[in-house]
């Protein structure tokens, strides 16, 4: 399989390779490397230049050197500690090549007597003699040694010669792809092809060229890659016709006049949005992005609501059974008394269970909230027109487009997030649907104070709380995160929970990652009815509950989080009318660096800034868990320094969709790059 134009010859297997046997291509599929193509992004770290020979007689002790010698004769002692040696000699001098643990039937074999040899390796010394002990590169073809060896942060098990080996094979056979850009785009790089970028890159005098034309093309490449499938599946999703909802705007008005508070700008707009898409004939597919405490919720029952009057039924989803319950309950409040409103919990008996699911199939229930078990197979509706998951950022692409088809061809889907997060990401992981943001929060709400403190000054903080209970109002108190071991994590809370306990009996209660979820739920409903003063946590305290009362948060080691984390740990409180506080514990005294980045906190209340500041700091896949939902591993793209190839590729993205283009000179694009392989039917 050697088609120069075929990028098929990329998807083909390890095994496909010279030297590659199981073993080798087992350990590498460990590492992820799958087929050719995986082993591209190994880029060389580094490199050696073997490149050029000395005579025995010039070579430098303890530098890697190039000889060509002529093996003269074996020494193999018989003690079994001594190593094997083989005298060599060229026309200037002698050399001996070192083995220990070698077979002699392979010395024989790599140094044949009389034959000129090209070893390299590092030159040492022994007893006033040069050697070079267990040589690697070593052959009769002097050619294969005499180059710039590459170096690669190795897979274990895997040498440099064998990935050299290979990867100089991959790239000999590289297909040369017909251009799938515009020219308008490719012209921005310089024209460069990807087949000429991908040589480059391997190029040792190449390595960290991050700015160059190929690099950034293919950096480009990548991104847009994502991008053209989020579009491709919400021109998908958006395909189907469904049954548009008539929207009854008088009833849905009279149901905001009665909230206690009017809707902020941004909450109108989103539901203006969302409106908009019930009422289309087209599935919505949207996500509803806002911080914490920006007021999504509202916007969510509106919207059911609305779906309601129109016929259908809604589900509402959250990830923890407190929340679903919070949510079931403002409903209860706010919708009119002849809306069926069921939750469906852990807890509910069996009897009540199988009732709510044959009611449910009958439509005697207009909108049900629950944890996931909501969209287990057995849960079946008579007419669901509308899907909403709150809190569900860690959903990945696939899972949205699965969610995307359960619920029927006229259910809209809508998804909330109080993860702020910048906009190269926002348009890398959440491309394939429509975006709705809530930027503003409600004018009532006032900004968290935000201090910082030693925690040699406990005291003054003990002070502060005291006075704080004394006011009838509660407090967080978040443990250090220890991020090498849970135990630990477990065992400063437990401590922390002791100590505080001798400080206010009775007042204190203790929450972490080995309670129980039965437990947990009734230790929060408890502090949710103001039982205890300080609950005592890791930060496993879920987002989105609100806890009105609660308006002092203390985070213990604070420099251990970033300043996103540290955002969405504060949200927490603020949400009632009392000033709220957010105090910031240090062990130490703060660097300057440490200094800059709480400022950042203490200055702005602004989620999606204070995600920006973050991402320049800590880079992106640390923002509050993304790495570890593998939303996305960029190779090469980087939102930070790439952000200008982001923007330029969502401006063509956008160019496409609107001019139709066929979009089938894109496939060998997106079969090399598309790793979730949603796109199967494209072309
Ligand atoms: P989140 O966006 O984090 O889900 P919630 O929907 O839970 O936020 O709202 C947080 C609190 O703010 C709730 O108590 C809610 O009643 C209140 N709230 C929502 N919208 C407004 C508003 N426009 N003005 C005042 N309070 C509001
Ligand atoms: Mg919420």
């Not at 291509?25 to 490149?51: A, E, G, H, Q, V």
């Not at 999703?237 to 008005?253: D, T």
């Not at 443990?479 to 071991?485: A, F, K, N």
């Not at 065992?491 to 979820?517: I, M, R, W």
Request: overall charge positive; proline content about 3%.
């Amino acid at each position: 399989m050697n088609n120069k134009t075929n990028y098929q010859y990329l998807l083909s297997d390890l095994s496909s390779l010279k030297g590659v046997g199981t073993k080798t291509k087992n350990l590498l599929k460990k590492k992820n490397i799958n087929n050719l193509f995986d082993l591209l992004w190994k880029l060389p770290k580094s490199y050696t230049d073997r490149s050029l020979s000395s005579k025995i007689k010039d070579l430098k002790i303890g530098e890697i050197q190039t000889v060509t010698i002529i093996p003269q004769k074996y020494n193999f002692p018989r003690v079994r500690k001594l190593p094997n040696r083989v005298l060599c000699s060229d026309e200037t001098g002698v050399i001996d090549c070192v083995f220990f643990n070698s077979y002699e039937g392979y010395i024989k074999k790599i140094l044949p007597l009389g034959r000129e040899i090209t070893v390299s390796g590092k030159i040492g010394n022994y007893r006033n003699k040069y050697q070079i002990t267990n040589p690697k590169y070593i052959s009769e073809d002097s050619a294969l040694i005499k180059q710039v060896h590459n170096k690669y942060s190795l897979t274990e098990g895997v040498s440099e010669k064998i990935y050299n080996k290979i990867l100089s094979q991959i790239i000999s056979n590289l297909p040369d792809l017909s251009e799938w850009h515009s020219k308008n785009i490719i012209s921005k790089f310089q024209s460069i092809s990807w087949n000429k970028s991908i040589k480059e890159l391997h190029k040792p005098e190449n390595i960290g060229n991050y700015k160059s034309n190929f690099y950034q093309r293919l950096a480009f490449d990548e991104i847009f890659s994502t991008f053209l499938v989020n579009s491709e599946i919400r021109k998908k999703i958006k395909k189907f016709k469904k049954k548009n909802k008539i929207l009854n705007i008088s009833k849905q008005n009279s149901l905001i006049n009665n909230l206690d508070f009017s809707l902020t700008n941004d909450q109108i707009k989103s539901l203006n949005e969302i409106n908009k898409d019930l009422s289309s004939s087209k599935k919505m597919f949207r996500l509803l992005q806002g911080d914490v405490g920006s007021g999504k919720t509202i916007v969510s029952l509106l919207a059911s609501i609305n779906t309601i009057n129109s016929g259908f039924q809604v589900a509402l989803m959250a990830p923890t059974e407190i929340l679903a319950r919070q949510h079931y309950n403002l409903a209860k409040n706010i919708f009119p008394k002849n809306i069926n409103i069921e939750i469906i919990s852990g807890k509910s008996e069996y009897k009540k269970k199988k009732e709510i699911l044959k009611k449910l199939e009958d439509k005697q229930i207009d909108i049900i909230f629950g944890t996931h078990a909501i969209f287990q197979k057995k849960v079946i509706f008579k007419k669901l027109g509308l899907i909403i998951i709150d809190e569900q950022h860690k959903f990945g692409v696939n899972q949205r487009k699965k969610l995307s088809d359960k619920g029927g061809v006229d259910c809209d889907v809508l998804l909330m997030t109080a993860t702020p997060i910048p906009r190269t990401l926002t348009m890398t992981i959440y491309g394939d649907m429509d975006l709705s943001i809530i930027r503003e929060k409600p004018m009532s709400r006032k900004p968290i104070k935000t201090y910082s403190k030693l925690e040699a000054k406990i005291e003054d903080v003990l002070k502060f709380i005291n006075k704080e209970i004394k006011l009838n109002n509660q407090i967080f108190w978040v443990c250090p995160l220890i991020e090498e071991s849970k135990k630990l994590d477990h065992s400063s809370a437990v401590k922390k929970f002791e100590y505080l306990k001798k400080k206010f009996p009775n007042q204190v209660c203790l929450l972490h990652g080995k309670t129980d979820v039965e437990e947990k739920n009734t230790i929060l409903e408890n502090f949710l009815k103001n039982k205890f003063k300080i609950l005592v946590s890791t930060t496993i305290i879920e987002v989105g509950i609100d806890f009105p009362n609660a308006n002092v948060i203390v985070i213990e080691n604070a420099n251990k989080f970033g300043l996103s984390q540290l955002h969405q740990l504060r949200g927490r409180v603020g949400r009632g009318n009392n000033d709220s506080t957010c105090i910031l514990m240090f062990k130490s005294n703060l660097s300057e660096n440490a200094k800059k980045r709480i400022k950042i906190l203490k200055d702005s209340n602004d989620g999606f800034l204070i995600s920006e500041e973050d991402m320049k700091i800590r880079g992106f896949g640390d923002i509050l868990g993304f790495k570890q939902s593998g939303i996305k591993n960029f190779k090469l793209a980087d939102p930070i320094h790439n952000s200008d190839l982001f923007l330029l590729a969502e401006q063509e993205i956008k160019r496409i969709e609107n001019t139709k283009e066929d979009i089938s000179k894109f496939k060998p694009l997106i079969k090399l790059y598309d790793r979730a392989d949603i796109i199967n039917d494209i072309a």
